[in-house]
């Protein structure tokens, strides 16, 4: 059984900084890929930054040079460092891991960027 824990929620300023980690355990083969998603209130769940096996990284165009996705595979953790942030990134931030035994999701961390 795969878990994906999220930690790193608050509440922060306009303009404030916040770091997401993502810590997978159980029987993992094989990873990917790694990325983070988020959904605000009333939206759909969508992909906000990934990194793939060979360290390629993917970003939403409303996030591109403010976040930065990184990984540590020896730790099974994928972190999203967000810089710059807006009242619009607040949402529901959810991390997936993809897997040769399928894709697994974490419980969602809440990130409020309001003054």
């Known amino acids: 059984q795969v878990q994906l824990v999220e930690s790193g929620r608050g509440l922060v300023q306009p303009g404030g900084s916040l770091r997401l980690s993502c810590v997978a355990s159980?029987?993992?083969?094989?990873?990917?890929?790694m990325g983070w998603y988020r959904q605000a209130p009333g939206k759909q769940r969508n992909l906000v930054a990934r990194?793939?096996?060979?360290?390629?990284?993917d970003y939403a165009d409303s996030v591109k040079d403010r976040f930065t996705i990184s990984r540590d595979n020896a730790k099974n953790t994928v972190y999203l460092q967000m810089n710059s942030l807006k009242p619009e990134d607040t949402a529901v931030y959810y991390c997936?891991?993809?897997?040769?035994?399928?894709?697994?999701w974490g419980q969602g961390t809440q990130v409020t960027v309001s003054s």
């Open positions: 997936r891991f993809s897997t040769s035994t399928g894709a697994y």
């Open positions: 159980g029987s993992i083969f094989s990873i990917s890929a």
């Open positions: 990194i793939i096996t060979g360290g390629s990284t």
